[in-house]
């Protein structure tokens, strides 16, 4: 990537097939709806389709205020998730 | 959503840097805990050494895997797997696909709080050029996209044309996803919405 502020990838490799591409990034919460809203406004612009996974930690309360967020947004989370149980050790606030 | 209910993938990891060193006994010992499942399981494997029908518990057993992977097509097969891990306590991160409300009820059940959860938000973009949705149902249980639209196409002409069988089809789909996510139980149902076949 060039530019990582703007996005605009190096020029040799515009015309290059690619099956599939995965782009993850970290972002807070009070962020997130201005986020999954810019995603929203550039899925009317493109001529292929992606689709998007949205990760977060569980609240103490057993919660998770993202959907609330995403549907917000004017996203419909799917009804099946994928749910790491906890079993894992270290944690990652342990590490 | 129906079909879904018949769907549990379970995913079992070491995550690099952190837990990853020293794992391989482990991951054999966890396959030791899935194998007792095997009879109620609609597939299990891994991209290493295959999938279901490729590959067998003896084998995973004994091999280096570092990724164990196992589809339940009911609840309670599942909770009592999940509850035995737990009791094993083998530290390796263990991930559930399914309903969100089953997997968190289910949980509760063993004794486990969740500890981060992926949300679909679907499929965004110029979604005509994306092949029927009865078709997206199944080609979509392979995340890695082994699975082809045209194949399904082809098969369901196949089983409307009586030379294969719901059943037969499933397991011939079964058979690209070199993982063992894809679910051919779930599979042979919806194949049977789509098409005349038995």
Redesign the interface.
């Known amino acids: 990537m060039v530019d990582t502020n703007t996005g605009k990838i190096n020029e040799d490799i515009l015309d290059e097939k690619a099956?599939?591409a995965i782009i993850e990034f970290t972002v807070d919460n009070d962020r997130l709806r201005e986020a999954?809203k810019t995603?929203?406004e550039v899925?009317t612009r493109?001529?292929?389709?992606?689709?998007?996974?949205?990760?977060?930690?569980?609240g103490g309360d057993?919660t998770?205020p993202?959907?609330a967020i995403?549907r917000e947004a004017g996203?419909?989370?799917?009804?099946?998730?994928?749910?790491?149980?906890?079993?894992?050790?270290?944690?990652t606030e342990e590490? | 959503m129906e079909s879904l209910s018949e769907d549990y993938v379970m995913l079992i990891m070491p995550a690099r840097g952190i837990n990853f060193d020293g794992s391989e006994e482990k991951m054999r010992q966890v396959w030791e805990v899935i194998s007792r499942y095997e009879g109620e399981l609609a597939n299990f494997g891994n991209a290493s050494n295959g999938n279901s029908h490729r590959t067998t518990m003896e084998v995973l057993k004994k091999a280096t895997s570092w990724i164990a992977h196992a589809v339940f097509k009911d609840r309670e097969t599942l909770k009592a797997c999940l509850r035995e891990l737990k009791e094993r306590d083998f530290g390796i991160s263990v991930v559930i696909s399914g309903l969100y409300e089953d997997v968190g009820e289910l949980c509760a059940e063993v004794g486990l709080s969740p500890h981060t959860v992926e949300h679909s938000l679907g499929i965004h973009g110029n979604t005509e050029r994306l092949p029927d949705e009865n078709i997206l149902e199944i080609t979509t249980m392979c995340g890695h996209a082994m699975v082809s639209p045209n194949l399904v196409t082809h098969l369901v002409a196949e089983i409307d044309e009586g030379k294969i069988s719901c059943k037969e089809a499933a397991k011939e789909l079964s058979r690209m996803c070199d993982c063992g996510i894809f679910n051919p139980y779930r599979t042979e149902k919806l194949l049977r919405k789509m098409t005349t076949g038995a």
């Not at chain 1, 992606?50 to 930690?57: A, N, Y």
């Not at chain 1, 996203?75 to 944690?91: A, D, I």
């Open positions: 099956l599939s999954l995603l929203k899925s493109i001529n292929t389709v992606f689709s998007v996974g949205l990760i977060s930690r569980v057993g998770l993202t959907v995403a996203f419909s989370p799917r009804p099946n998730t994928k749910t790491n149980v906890g079993l894992g050790r270290p944690l590490v």
